[in-house]
């Protein structure tokens, strides 16, 4: 099962990154939420930043994925550097990204949220 969510997660990843607003809906629940620095929104929300161009990744450097289990949900921490343009300025963070998915037949994206690592 942890293979399945990670193959999940990493879908939904590339289709954040291509602004596949497709991809980001199949992977996600329409009731999930996203938490980055500075703001809390819902999907249709995350769709629009990223299909506008507000959020347009450049390079996403994955470290490390790790699948916890507990019956029917799975949380995925995703030690990342993201980098992307933000309103047309660079800017790059060290995050550890929480994403938590849910089994109802088939894994959904239920929350995605950014913490800006120190180190």
Known sequence: ???????????????????????MR?????????VHIG????????V???????????????HNQKVNLFNNTAVVLTDCDYALLLDGKETTHHFMVTEVYHFKDDWKLIQFSFTALLY
């Open 1 to 23: 099962m942890e293979k399945k969510v990670l193959e999940v997660s990493q879908a939904f990843w590339k289709a954040m990154e291509n602004a596949d607003e497709s991809g």
């Open 48 to 62: 629009e930043f990223y299909t506008s161009g507000t959020f347009k990744p450049t390079q996403i450097t994955f």
């Open 26 to 34: 199949l992977y996600s629940d329409e009731r999930c939420q996203f």
């Open 39 to 46: 703001i809390t929104c819902d999907l249709d929300k995350e």
